[in-house]
Antibody
Framework: VQLVQSGAEVRTPGSSVRVSCKASGDTFNSFTFTWVRQAPGQGLEWVGRIIPIIDITNYAQRFQGRISITANESASATFLVLSSLKSDDTAVYYC????????????WGQGTMVIVSS | DIQMTQSPSSVSASVGDRVTITCRASETIETYLNWYQQKPGKAPNLLIYAASTLQTGVPSRFSGSGSGTDFALTINSLQPEDFATYYCQQSYNSPLSFGGGTSVEI
């Protein structure tokens, strides 16, 4: 299984960004997918997750109201939309697969740099 | 929310050394604890899951221990490719959370 993410994005404060993550090589709906971000020089921060087969999402509290994680089974892809962007949303955003047995993030995308700047 | 605290934040070591990194959860997480290695400019890589189970393909010099609130990652006989940043992560409940990271430096 591989996860391939969309390319880097530059946005202005107050706008929105959509990042995609396409899975190949396995049954997409069998897994849970998660998003993690990393600001420059900082640690990893959990953003949210989606269970495509039952269309359930969980989000970190700090993003509530301005985040949406969706999945498209036919495209074998998950999408992160973050709105009302601020400069401190500048980060690399990673998608990852959560293994059903271990509950660990066992496969990661390559990361997508999102820069928020006026 | 469960807070994860790692220590130390950085450690200096030499090839061949043994290094131990600790991770403490703010409440019990049983053994729902995972460890990742991250190298600069790369995505994290899963090393250990369920506190002590080595992910397929990970060298046996890596080991994990602990349960409840206190956990450790040990690297025996440090190799040049092990110089990286290590993160713990709890998968006990949502919101999922990471420790602050430990940089293993030469």
């Amino acid at each position: 299984v591989q996860l391939v993410q969309s390319g880097a994005e530059v946005r202005t404060p107050g706008s929105s960004v959509r990042v995609s993550c396409k899975a190949s090589g396995d049954t997409f709906n069998s897994f849970t997918f998660t998003w993690v971000r990393q600001a420059p020089g900082q640690g990893l921060e959990w953003v949210g997750r989606i269970i495509p087969i039952i269309d359930i999402t969980n989000y970190a509290q700090r993003f509530q109201g301005r985040i949406s994680i969706t999945a498209n089974e036919s495209a074998s892809a998950t999408f992160l939309v973050l709105s009302s962007l601020k400069s401190d949303d500048t980060a690399v955003y990673y998608c990852a697969r959560i293994d059903d047995d271990s509950d660990a993030f066992d496969i990661w995308g390559q990361g997508t740099m999102v820069i928020v700047s006026s | 929310d469960i807070q994860m605290t790692q220590s130390p934040s950085s450690v200096s070591a030499s090839v061949g050394d043994r290094v131990t990194i600790t991770c403490r959860a703010s409440e019990t997480i049983e053994t729902y604890l995972n460890w990742y290695q991250q190298k600069p400019g790369k995505a994290p890589n899963l090393l250990i899951y369920a506190a002590s189970t080595l992910q397929t393909g990970v060298p046996s010099r890596f080991s994990g221990s602990g349960s409840g609130t206190d956990f450790a990652l040990t690297i025996n006989s440090l190799q040049p490719e092990d110089f990286a940043t290590y993160y713990c992560q709890q998968s006990y409940n949502s919101p999922l959370s990471f420790g602050g990271g430990t940089s293993v430096e030469i």
